[in-house]
């Protein structure tokens, strides 16, 4: 009775302190450099939105209730009515592009949107100019930048990355500011010496330091100006050591890394459930043909090395191979992305699934996932800033791990390392909402 009254008395005491969060007053700019396909599908939905011409479908944020208290209290408000989230209508978008000069011609380039969708919101599209990019297109061999800044030197292109945020702030009157990555996937690397702590980041970008990418300047950038970021592509950046020391040190959350769209997606679905129902997995063959420009990066061995290293990394966590050897200690998993013009933005990602069941017996399950990449990811681009700002404002620093649930290799604030199962992410994110605003985690026991 004593530990049951101690636990309830910490329960109550947990709920009445929620987190002190700043209202969302005035103005959120959502900066994202590369403004290509994903970045104008959000922009434009988003303006759409709060035009009533189409629902935010897709965005959790937006669309998703949450659960409060048990049950039979019939507590289920709207996730954007519980917590203080920016409104839609306060949104100011902004960002940097080596190809495209604004976001109506990035949209049409793109082909993801058809005519009919892009008319209404066409002029707030065109008036959204690009940027010049911090580009090295030894980072993206099959792109070539031809509106990319004209400073050489790493550390003058950060320092010109940092004059843009703040111009882009005073020029929008923007309160607050996110940025989110939605360029191409940059070539493979390992971390480096430059990569250990900030001092050596700073002396790298001075010394043009080749191990330094361009997305990596962006995200210094970012943390210089005290803005959260997170990356939606798979490549080495806020997952640094001299990354996530600098975000500790200048209070800013992160998020990384690599949208969760389709072909994850769907794993991130199955994987669990063949767990729960201890099915064995012998083998998960998984190919994609795409035509859009992250395909044509992707083409590119090392590009797409950077994006196998993401994919390939989902399975093992989920399924715990180390505790079942019996179901999961064999298994061939082997993913391929072919760029296939024809297709554009529609990818088509194909899964041969090879699992076992009582006395060893096999069977096999076939997925056919005809999806739209930027459609499936522009909703997450629009959670992830909201979400982030939401973090800032709550006084929340470095590494989100709740925002997991968005991507493919989440970073991990512990050395426990990652959690891929979609459904244990959905209820850390929602329990982390609930927890911020003084009410009890829901942990689905018999009396909840």
């Known amino acids: 009775m004593i530990l049951h009254n101690h636990f309830y008395f910490l329960m109550l005491l947990s709920m009445s302190n929620p987190l002190d969060i700043a209202p969302a007053t005035g103005r959120l700019g959502v900066l994202t450099p590369g403004m290509g396909a994903v970045a104008s599908t959000f922009i434009a939905g988003v303006i759409a939105a709060r035009q009533g011409l189409t629902a935010p479908i897709g965005s959790v944020s937006q669309m998703a209730h949450i659960r409060l208290g048990n049950r039979d209290a019939d507590r289920n408000p709207l996730i954007r009515e519980f917590v203080p989230l920016a409104e839609l209508d306060d949104l100011v978008f902004g960002g940097w592009d080596p190809i495209s000069p604004n976001v109506l011609e990035a949209a049409r380039t793109c082909g993801v949107l058809e005519d009919k969708d892009l008319a209404p919101v066409s002029a707030e599209l065109e008036g959204i100019v690009t940027m010049d990019a911090v580009f090295d297109q030894r980072w993206v061999k099959k792109l070539e930048g031809t509106r990319v800044k004209a400073e050489s030197n790493k550390w003058d292109q950060a320092q010109a990355l940092i004059a843009d945020i703040e111009r882009f702030r005073i020029e929008n009157e923007c309160d607050r ?78 998020a990384g890394k690599d949208f969760k769209t389709g072909q994850t997606l769907m794993k991130t679905l199955l994987a669990p459930g063949f767990k729960a129902r201890m099915l064995g997995l012998r083998g998960w063959y998984s190919t994609n043909i795409l035509g859009n420009r992250d395909g044509e990066v992707l083409d590119d061995p090392e590009n797409f090395k950077t994006k196998e290293v993401s994919k390939l990394g989902v399975l093992d966590t989920i399924l715990q191979p180390e505790s079942y050897p019996d179901l999961y200690g064999n298994i061939d998993h082997v993913v391929r992305i072919n760029y296939y013009p024809p297709r554009g933005d529609n990818k088509e990602g194909w899964d041969a699934i090879d699992i076992f069941g009582w006395m060893g017996y096999p069977m096999q399950i076939k997925v056919d996932f005809l999806c739209r990449d930027s459609i499936l990811a522009a909703p997450i681009v629009l959670d992830l800033a909201l979400f982030l ?53 829901v942990t689905h026991s018999e009396v909840g």
């Open 177 to 254: 500011l996110v940025m989110v990555w939605c360029g191409s996937t940059e070539a493979y690397q390992e971390a480096s010496a430059v990569h250990d702590n900030v001092e050596a980041f700073e002396a790298g970008l001075r010394d043009d330091d080749e191990n330094i990418s361009p997305s990596q300047i962006y995200v210094y950038a970012a943390l210089m100006s005290d803005v959260p970021f997170a990356n939606g592509a798979p490549n080495l950046s806020v997952d640094l050591p001299c990354m996530i020391e600098l975000a500790a040190h200048r209070g800013v959350p992160i």
């Open 389 to 441: 700002d939401l973090a800032h404002r709550a006084g929340q620093s470095g590494v989100q791990e709740w925002l997991s649930f968005y991507l493919k290799a989440p970073q991990a604030a512990t050395e426990a390392g990652p959690e891929h199962d979609l459904f244990i992410q959905q209820t850390k994110l929602k329990n982390t909402l609930r927890e911020w605003m003084g009410e009890e985690p």
